[in-house]
T-cell receptor, first 115, second 108 residues
């Protein structure tokens, strides 16, 4: 079955550390996205990528970095510059606009806690 | 950017009741989805509905693109329907903007 996998499910980070969240999809989707969700809030876009080797900042990109070296993979690094990184992180993928039904499929998320 | 407003923010129902959730958006869109977020945080796609009406069991959705709103109907609600319902819209840029969600609580 095709799907999107995020790992780990839970992650603990010490102050000043960088951590990388994994997102892998086997849906043959061109586009991938990272969202952040704080308790009781909606989803806010961090970064997105419409094609390999290209990505754009979303609404809250400061303190985060991404890469898109393979179609299947879109890892997110939470750097020490992100002052309040404790949150639930969700990765999604979709077809690119114009390639047909471009609905999102989400992974199950990673809960990051700063200790 | 595009604004998305969902109403009501919170809804409490008795099991068996019907409900209507609304999503208003501020600009033309070419994609609209409804999601249900379960207690474990998983976002489940309910409908991909940029226009028209769709039904899936006890759930149905209608999007009136020209008037910039969408409605999600839940009939004969069950306790397992509890959770947060999100509307997400996107334009030609592809990236989706989410509303703040409606938190539904269905009591037995």
């Amino acid at each position: 079955d095709g799907g999107i996998t995020q790992s780990p499910k839970y992650l603990f980070r010490k102050e000043g550390q960088n951590v990388t969240l994994s997102c892998e999809q086997n849906l043959n989707h061109d586009a991938m996205y990272w969202y952040r969700q704080d308790p009781g809030q909606g989803l806010r876009l961090i970064y997105y990528s419409q094609i390999v080797n290209d990505f754009q900042k979303g609404d809250i990109a400061e303190g985060y970095s991404v890469s898109r070296e393979k179609k299947e993979s879109f890892p997110l690094t939470v750097t020490s510059a992100q002052k309040n990184p404790t949150a639930f992180y969700l990765c999604a993928s979709s077809k690119r606009p114009g390639q047909g039904k471009a609905g999102y499929t989400f992974g199950s998320g990673t809960r990051l806690t700063v200790v | 950017g595009i604004q998305v407003e969902q109403s009501p923010p919170d809804l409490i129902l008795q099991e068996g009741a019907n409900s209507t959730l609304r999503c208003n958006f501020s600009d033309s869109v070419n994609n609209l989805q409804w999601f249900h977020q379960n207690p474990w945080g998983q976002l489940i796609n309910l409908f991909y509905i940029p226009s028209g009406t769709k039904q899936n069991g006890r759930l149905s959705a209608t999007t009136v693109a020209t008037e910039r709103y969408s409605l999600l109907y839940i009939s004969s609600s069950q306790t397992t329907d509890s959770g947060v319902y999100f509307c997400a819209v996107s334009t030609n840029a592809g990236k989706s903007t989410f509303g703040d969600g409606t938190t539904l609580t269905v009591k037995p």
